[in-house]
């Protein structure tokens, strides 16, 4: 079946400008996770979904950056007047649900780059 | 608290065998394996459980030693396909919060 998808895979921006990026994950899965990697470093982790709420926001790096998701499916992250720091790779994964025993799957990523 | 992954990267011939370790400071309820090839995705190769058996994936098997608080990851007989980062995720939850933070990663270049 389908993977989990994210879009736009490459972003572009300008410094102070807003961005949202997306993710569509697995059909079923209840839940889904945002990471961050920077240039040749691990990942970090910004946020999780089970359903629609997100229990613990403290993973994002400042109040600029939010996430939502409806329907218990696509999500969005935004990140309001982007700095340069914020360029990396956003990695969305999904799982079956919120459990040390479900396996992630990640999304080939949207690469954001601020300049 | 994020897992301690060593070693921070590892140069193999084909054939040879490599163990990445991953060490937590807090108790491990489960540890989980990824492998991400340059430019791609991470990939799950496979979660070990507490009280569970060792598991394997192709010629890669990894332990889990819950005393000790760390995972190891085995690869045995390298081919030039195992080559990529390599991140253990350590899960932790507790009131009403759940993440799986993962190691820095171990790099691993296998040449022929």
């Known amino acids: 079946g389908a993977g989990v998808s994210q879009s736009p895979s490459n972003k572009v921006t300008e410094k102070g400008k807003d961005v949202e990026l997306r993710c569509d994950p697995i059909?079923?899965?209840?839940?889904l996770y945002w990471y961050r990697q920077s240039l040749g470093q691990g990942l970090e982790f910004l946020i999780y979904f089970q359903g629609n709420s997100a229990p613990d926001k403290s993973g994002l790096p400042s109040d600029r950056f939010s996430a939502e998701r409806t329907g218990g499916s696509v999500s969005t992250l935004t990140i309001q007047r982007t700095q340069q720091e914020d360029s990396a790779v956003y990695l969305c994964a999904s799982s079956l649900g919120v459990s040390t025993h479900s396996p992630l799957h990640f999304g080939n990523g949207t690469r954001l780059t601020v300049t | 608290q994020q897992p301690v992954q060593s070693p921070q990267a590892v140069i193999l011939r084909e054939g040879e065998d490599a163990v990445i370790n991953c060490s937590s400071s807090k108790a491990l309820y489960s540890v989980h394996w990824y492998r991400q090839k340059h430019g791609e995705a991470p990939v799950f190769l496979m979660i070990?459980?507490?009280?569970?058996e060792q598991k394997g994936h192709e010629k890669i098997s990894a332990s889990f030693n819950e005393k000790k608080q760390q995972s190891s990851l085995y690869l045995t007989a390298s081919q030039l396909s195992y080559s990529g980062t390599y991140f253990c995720g350590t899960p932790y939850s507790g009131a009403g919060s759940y993440q799986l933070t993962f190691g820095k990663g171990t790099k691993l270049s296998v040449i022929p």
């Open positions: 070990l459980l507490k009280g569970g």
């Open positions: 059909s079923g899965h209840t839940a």
